[in-house]
Structures are given as C-alpha cells and as structure tokens.
C-alpha cells in the first residue's frame, strides 16, 4: 500500500518537479552521440522503456513509471522494449514479442512481472509461458506458434539491435528521442527516472518549436 501511495504522489508531482528541474548531461542523462532512429510517428516525442522481467529494479519502478504514463501528453509515445542479453533474457524479450503478436501483451504485462517476483515462476521454459499466456484467451499451441514464428524472432533481434546501438550495459533504462539516456544512476535513483525524462520531453518540445 504504501509504494503505491508514494508512486500515485510521484506521479502528481511529476510535471511541477521536471519544469523546475534542469538537467545536465553527463550528470542526470547520457547523450548518445549516434541517435537510434525512433520507430514513434514522426510528431510524436518517443520514450522507450528498457526493462527486463526478471529484473527486481525494473519491476520496483512499475508502477511509478505507469502513474506517469497516464500524465503525458498526447505528443508522447511510449514504446516498452525488452532487454537482450543472452539466457533468460532473451527468452523474456521473445515471450514480450510473442504476446504482442497474440494481441494480449498489454493486458498480460504487469501479471508476466508480478508472477516472477510475487509467485516466485521463473516463466524460463517454453510449456510454463504457453500455460501463462493459456490464461489469457490463446491455446497453448498458439502461444508457442508464437513463440518459435520467425516474426517474434525478428523483432527479438531489432530489440537487441537496438539495444546495441543504445550502449546499454543494464536496466532499467528511459531512453528520450532516441538521443537521451536515463538510468537509475544518471538520474540519482529508479524513482527520479520519469522526473529526468520529463524534462527531457520538454527540451525536444523546445527544440522542435524553433
């Protein structure tokens, strides 16, 4: 309840802080110095969310990262992108892909977290994420068609392009516009993340106005 709390607060607080705040590069972000090409329309401001599902600071920051979600502006679009690192990473980042491509990633995202750091799955093997994603309205069978479909494959491979091209060595990340780099030590903890991204929204505002 209470990190609940203090995320529905953050959340509020969210735009007064970031128009307050200036940030710095190399101190609260990073500057890529060969921006990743955006894949959000071309009006839209992109923030994409790095995360792996395993991870246990990915997961602390969900629903401080959603309350702030819900305050952006309609220019802004998020785009989460699963990690890649090899193992079970990767396998995650495939299990992502392949409910997106099912049409139940959104509703099955914050369940895929919850059951690996509440019920303690480790959602690893493909028959445990078939029988996962069996509780969302697919068949087990269509989940691994899935799964093992060269268009998931794909766009595994495009996340760790992507991922490459964004010199991450960890999560969680906030990535603005495909140029500014926001990470838990950039930004002096998991939970200043979104107050550094927001500004950073404003800065491309800024820069697109002129």
Same mark, same amino acid.
């Given at each position: 309840?209470?990190? #609940?709390?203090?995320?529905?607060?953050?959340?509020?607080?969210?735009?007064?802080? /970031? &128009?307050?705040?200036?940030?710095?590069?190399?101190?609260?972000y990073?500057?890529?110095?060969? %921006?990743?090409?955006? #894949?959000?329309?071309?009006?839209? *401001?992109? @923030? $994409?969310?790095?995360?792996?599902?395993?991870c %246990?600071?990915?997961?602390? !920051?969900?629903d401080? @990262?959603?309350?702030?979600?819900?305050?952006?502006?309609?220019? #802004?679009?998020? *785009?989460?992108? %699963?990690?890649?690192?090899?193992?079970?990473?990767?396998?995650?980042? $495939?299990?992502?892909?392949?409910? +997106? &491509?099912?049409? *139940?990633?959104?509703?099955?995202?914050?369940?895929f977290?919850?059951? *690996?750091? +509440?019920?303690?799955?480790? !959602? $690893?093997?493909?028959?445990?994420?078939?029988?996962?994603?069996?509780?969302?309205? @697919?068949?087990?069978?269509?989940?691994?068609?899935?799964?093992?479909?060269? %268009?998931?494959?794909?766009e595994?491979?495009?996340?760790? &392009?992507?991922?490459?091209?964004?010199?991450?060595?960890?999560?969680?990340?906030? #990535?603005?516009?495909?140029?500014?780099?926001?990470?838990? &030590?950039?930004?002096?903890?998991?939970?200043n993340?979104?107050? @550094?991204?927001?500004?950073l929204i404003?800065?491309?505002?800024?820069?697109r /106005?002129?």
């Amino acid at each position: 309840m209470f990190k #609940v709390f203090v995320a529905a607060v953050a959340g509020l607080a969210l735009s007064t802080a /970031a &128009s307050a705040q200036t940030v710095v590069e190399g101190q609260d972000y990073t500057l890529l110095e060969n %921006p990743v090409a955006t #894949v959000a329309d071309d009006d839209h *401001i992109e @923030v $994409t969310e790095v995360f792996w599902f395993g991870c %246990p600071h990915c997961y602390g !920051l969900q629903d401080t @990262v959603n309350e702030w979600y819900d305050t952006l502006d309609d220019d #802004v679009e998020v *785009i989460k992108m %699963p990690a890649t690192m090899g193992g079970n990473w990767n396998t995650h980042a $495939t299990a992502f892909y392949a409910a +997106q &491509s099912l049409g *139940i990633e959104e509703e099955l995202h914050q369940d895929f977290f919850d059951a *690996i750091h +509440q019920d303690g799955q480790s !959602l $690893t093997d493909e028959d445990d994420i078939a029988a996962f994603f069996a509780n969302y309205g @697919v068949t087990e069978d269509e989940a691994k068609k899935a799964l093992n479909s060269f %268009p998931v494959r794909s766009e595994t491979n495009k996340a760790n &392009s992507r991922m490459r091209e964004m010199r991450l060595m960890g999560v969680p990340a906030l #990535v603005v516009d495909g140029r500014f780099v926001v990470t838990p &030590s950039t930004a002096g903890g998991a939970d200043n993340m979104p107050v @550094v991204a927001e500004a950073l929204i404003e800065q491309v505002r800024s820069e697109r /106005a002129e």
